[in-house]
């Protein structure tokens, strides 16, 4: 194999203390976080929908999910990161969740990326990997996405 097929292209966004780490091809757009529909009775990480090209997205505070307090959207530091959603039958074909700053592109090989042992509580985290020097989360967007349905169906 040739030295460029042996990498994939990722981007490392940040979210609270965490990084997320996903192959570049998932991730859509990062936006400004605009036009919101709040909605009513749901989870606090549930915070609404984004109109992005037309039609509704779901916004979430990842890090709510987990636990960890979400950041202020006072801050003109918050984003949100819209990725496609891998969930087959899913009535969203798109999802959306905070991010801080801007994304960082990668080129990793795998062993550029390495398993950690640390415990994995947050329900749409995958697993914890060092990425080069940087603690990372892998995001697992099927899990996401079913958690995000769970509350709006």
Request: hydrophobic content about 45%.
């Amino acid at each position: 194999m040739s030295e460029a097929t042996d990498q994939i292209k990722c981007v490392l966004l940040a979210i609270n203390e965490d990084s997320i780490l996903l192959p570049n091809t998932a991730l859509a757009e990062i936006i400004p976080i605009r036009n919101m529909i709040n909605v009513a009775n749901k989870p606090n990480w549930m915070l609404g929908y984004l109109d992005w090209r037309g039609q509704p997205v779901p916004l979430v505070s990842f890090e709510a999910i987990g636990g960890v307090r979400m950041p202020s959207l006072a801050s003109g530091n918050v984003k949100a990161a819209v990725v496609y959603s891998i969930r087959s039958g899913s009535k969203f074909p798109f999802i959306s969740f905070l991010v801080q700053g801007e994304p960082k592109v990668l080129s990793l090989h795998a062993t550029d990326v390495i398993a950690s042992k640390e415990p994995v509580e947050h329900p749409a985290i995958d697993q914890k990997v060092m990425v080069k020097e940087d603690m990372a989360s892998i995001i697992d967007l099927e899990k996401l996405g079913q958690v995000i349905e769970s509350v709006l169906t």
